[in-house]
């Protein structure tokens, strides 16, 4: 080796500490981006980065280039250790990460090994200007990015922590006082909106006439009951011949036990679980469902792959009972017919929120799963939606002649006439 290179870093070690580092972008933290998936450790900490250079002018007398060192290394424990959630996280998994870290700067060379321990005790002290912006900057970051996710993935108790989460540490100086504060106010606004969009809370025990136009031939036969469950609010609908009392469960998003109490109740007989689409809110209870009624489960056959992926379904914070697989046992396709006795159910393939999201169209009434819901559509930014082709399935139901109740995912039930007004992504 030249002269020259001997004062580089060995490339063996460079790459085995880039190696290591890579570890940040496989691990994924808490918080959910805007698209609708989890946000990797090394995201957290770039844009942790970005933060701290665009408040150079804020801070003038503060070494910002080391606050933008300590945003980039303040995480790299979680390459080894993967993250857990500030309200999970205990005094020992600090120690243990901390330990981890220490040992790992050992292993590193000069001037590295030197200026990374010095780096992380300035970082742990939290006396420096520096150390305390990083500090704050660092729990900001983890709420914005939670003001930018879906609010259907907070878990309940962020509600309140999303307004408490780093006031303490943003308390050292009057700039991070405001910039908490202007925070704080997204947050309200969203939350406030949240409430405001119309998702329905109350189980309703008989809808079928709610929007009605008198001229249903199955106005006589058809009965649905409308449970909302689980945290997305979904709406679970149990449609049953009045006269022979067999009923198919839509949907069946979470909490079996209130399923099973509804058919129990009013003495039904279940012949069906079909559901809308493979998105989790919809399908929690499925597995459940199918062994105690060893009823047949029905799903477009584009979603079906959904059902059987464990990770998939359990990958979103409010699920508290994990899923069990769920092997389709009916694939339905454009034009497939579903029959409860001799009620005639049509299925309509409507890609956009999922590419094999479903509709249950019958004689005067349309089961629209996320595709139409009250004043809107379903997300298209999460896995596989697609906004093209989500406007082309609006623009095909409201193609159809006549009018039909819309019995959505969520919201309330609305009218086809009603939604041939306008349909805006509601996402």
Known sequence: MCAEMRKYMRLD???????RAEQLKNNTRHSWTS???????????????????????????????????????????????????????????????????????????????????????????????EAKLYKALDKMEAVIQHNEADIRTWLPLEYELQLTYGQRETDFCEAARRLKEYVNNDTREKIKKAETAGYVKEAVSDITDDASDGNDRNTGKMG?????????????????????????????????????ECIEK????????????????????????????????????????????????????????PYRPVRPSVLLSEGDEIWLD?????????????????????????????????????????????????????????DLDGNYIIYPGHKETTTLDAERGGCPNIG
């Open 224 to 260: 649905v009951i409308r449970l909302v469950l689980g945290a997305c609010f979904t709406n679970c609908y149990v449609v049953y011949h009045r006269h022979t009392k067999r009923c198919m469960i839509i949907d069946p998003a979470d909490e079996a036990g209130k399923i099973t």
């Open 266 to 321: 009013n003495g039904l007989i279940p012949s069906y679980i079909v559901i809308t689409h493979g998105h989790t809110d919809h399908v929690l209870a499925a597995a459940d469902l199918a062994d105690q009624y060893n009823v047949l489960v029905a799903v477009s056959r584009i979603d079906a792959w959904r059902l059987l992926d464990e990770e998939l379904i359990n990958d979103r914070p409010y699920v508290e009972k």
């Open 35 to 129: 698209s609708g998936r989890r946000e990797s450790v090394a995201e957290h900490s770039w844009r942790l980065a970005l933060m701290a250079y665009f408040m150079k002018d804020t801070f003038e007398n503060i070494d910002i280039n080391k606050v933008i060192l300590m945003c980039l290394f303040h995480d790299m424990g979680e390459a080894f250790t993967g993250d857990i959630p500030s309200f999970e996280k205990t005094s020992e998994d600090s120690d243990r990460e901390e330990k981890i870290v220490s040992e790992w700067i050992g292993t590193l060379p000069e001037p590295y090994r030197g200026e990374l321990a010095e780096l992380f005790g300035e970082m742990k002290a939290q006396k420096s200007e």
């Open 13 to 19: 070690k460079y790459l085995e500490i880039l190696h």
């Open 342 to 398: 001799d009620i005639r159910f049509s299925i309509m393939i409507l890609p956009g929120h999922t590419p094999g999201s479903m509709a249950l169209r019958t004689e005067n009434a349309i089961f629209t799963g996320d595709t139409m819901l009250a004043g809107g559509h379903g997300k298209t930014s999460l896995y596989g939606g697609d906004e093209s082709a989500m406007k082309e399935s609006i623009k095909r139901l409201k």
